[in-house]
């Protein structure tokens, strides 16, 4: 005795579940990426006619309590004390010795401060820059 089959299968494939998950990674990653905060030191750059445009390998920055902050490449700044600020940059030079440094200080900070970093950086023949914001 034959037996048939009452349902048949269907060979197609529904995408509605798939587009229903592609949607909701990207809203996910829509609102995560409102969330990372690209520099969270919060310095207010002294203002300029122009912009220097460099690449550099390590910055300085000094916020406006007199804090140091110090970084390679991407990496996130680390504070430091000013008197470990040379070691560091001692450091990154031998990694690259053609690097540039960029030193984001705050405008309310005293110039001395700023000039401190730049003897240092002198001493040890690094080339530096002073990161400005555009003036309007």
Avoid: C, H
Avoid at 50 to 79: F, H
């Amino acid at each position: 005795m034959a037996l048939k089959r009452k349902t048949k299968l269907d060979p197609t494939f529904s995408m509605a579940s798939m587009t229903d998950t592609i949607f909701l990674l990207l809203i996910f990653f829509l609102i995560s990426s409102t969330v990372v905060v690209p520099n969270a030191i919060k310095v207010t750059l002294p203002e300029a006619q122009r912009q220097t445009v460099t690449q550099p390998y390590s910055r300085i920055t000094i916020d406006a309590n007199l804090n140091y902050y110090v970084a390679a490449g991407t990496q996130r700044e680390q504070p430091v004390k000013f008197e470990e600020i040379e070691s560091f940059l001692q450091a990154q030079l031998v990694k690259e010795p053609e690097m540039w440094v960029s030193i984001f200080a705050d405008e309310s900070i005293p110039y001395k401060e700023v000039v401190r970093v730049m003897e240092i950086a002198n001493k040890n023949k690094i080339r530096m820059t002073l990161a400005t914001r555009v003036s309007k």
